[in-house]
């Protein structure tokens, strides 16, 4: 679903993301951990074609990012960070607009909206103007808007800011439930809690290197950890203190 081939980022002379070569199979749920400035949202942007790689070549699907990247953004869904949403609209109206980017049948769109606007607990509020809206729901409305185009593969930047434990609980189901179904999921978090409940692998990411990679029980049983946390710290206090010493 996902095949990174030594793709990088430079600005001048800083490396952002070193050659990274990486490959996210369909119907898994894939973590994408490291420390702030590690080069997390950098390549997540490059995966999202919102910013375009220095080096390398990006595939969604078997659809290279590069060559038809409207093709590539239509197989794919994103949530931000730092979701931007028209608070003037209603919940309802956002769907629509968004189903309009992506080109879905209104009938088509209108039928999608209804069971996704019941699936994140909105419903009730669909005509509601998004600015009455708390922050816990905002984020299940970007979840609704990025799943409304059916994509393949859906990229979730620090999903549960914000959210209460209920709802919390009802996105980490929804990932799962997407996964079985065949689609991708790819996670950044700062949560190792959610990634190693949630992810079938995980990577992370130092310095814009991939430093680990394998399952949570895999990199556990690498440093003899108790947990992905303990897991993640000794293995970034590794590379910080190679780092140190070059």
């Known amino acids: 679903m996902i095949r990174?081939?030594?793709?990088?980022?430079?600005?001048?002379?800083?490396q952002a993301v070193h050659p990274l070569d990486l490959h996210v199979p369909p119907g898994e749920v894939f973590g994408f951990l490291g420390p702030n400035g590690a080069g997390k949202t950098t390549t997540i942007r490059m995966l999202a074609g919102v910013l375009k790689p220095s080096?390398?070549?990006?595939?969604?699907?078997?659809?290279?990012l590069a060559r038809d990247p409207v093709e590539a953004r239509r197989r794919t869904g994103v949530i931000p960070d730092r979701p931007y949403l028209y608070d003037k609209?209603?919940?309802?109206?956002?769907?629509?607009?968004?189903?309009?980017?992506?080109r879905v049948d209104p009938g088509v769109a209108?039928?999608?909206?209804?069971?996704?606007?019941?699936?994140?607990?909105?419903?009730d509020r669909a005509d509601?103007?998004?600015?009455?809206?708390?922050?816990g729901m905002?984020?299940?409305l970007v979840l609704a808007a990025a799943l409304l185009h059916e994509p393949?593969?859906?990229i979730v930047d620090e999903p549960m800011v914000g959210l209460d434990p209920g709802g919390a609980r009802k996105i980490k189901r929804k990932f799962r439930e997407l996964a079985a179904a065949g689609r991708t999921v790819f996670l950044s978090t700062h949560s190792l809690?959610?990634?190693e409940e949630v992810c079938d692998r995980v990577g992370i990411l130092y310095r814009g290197r991939l430093v680990a990679l394998g399952t949570a029980a895999e990199l556990r049983a690498r440093r003899d950890a108790a947990d992905l946390e303990e897991a993640f710290l000794r293995i970034t206090e590794e590379q910080a203190a190679r780092a140190a010493e070059a």
Do not use: C, M, P, T
């Not at 990174?4 to 800083?14: A, H, I, N, P, S």
């Not at 209108?110 to 419903?123: N, Q």
């Open 128 to 135: 509601e103007l998004v600015e009455a809206y708390s922050h």
């Open 55 to 64: 080096g390398g070549r990006i595939l969604i699907d078997g659809v290279d």
């Open 110 to 123: 209108e039928a999608r909206a209804r069971a996704l606007l019941a699936e994140v607990d909105l419903a």
């Open 152 to 154: 393949r593969l859906l």
């Open 4 to 14: 990174l081939e030594g793709v990088e980022k430079r600005y001048g002379r800083f």
């Open 89 to 102: 609209l209603s919940a309802r109206e956002f769907l629509a607009f968004v189903a309009g980017i992506y």
């Open 193 to 195: 809690d959610v990634a």
């Open 138 to 140: 905002k984020q299940r």
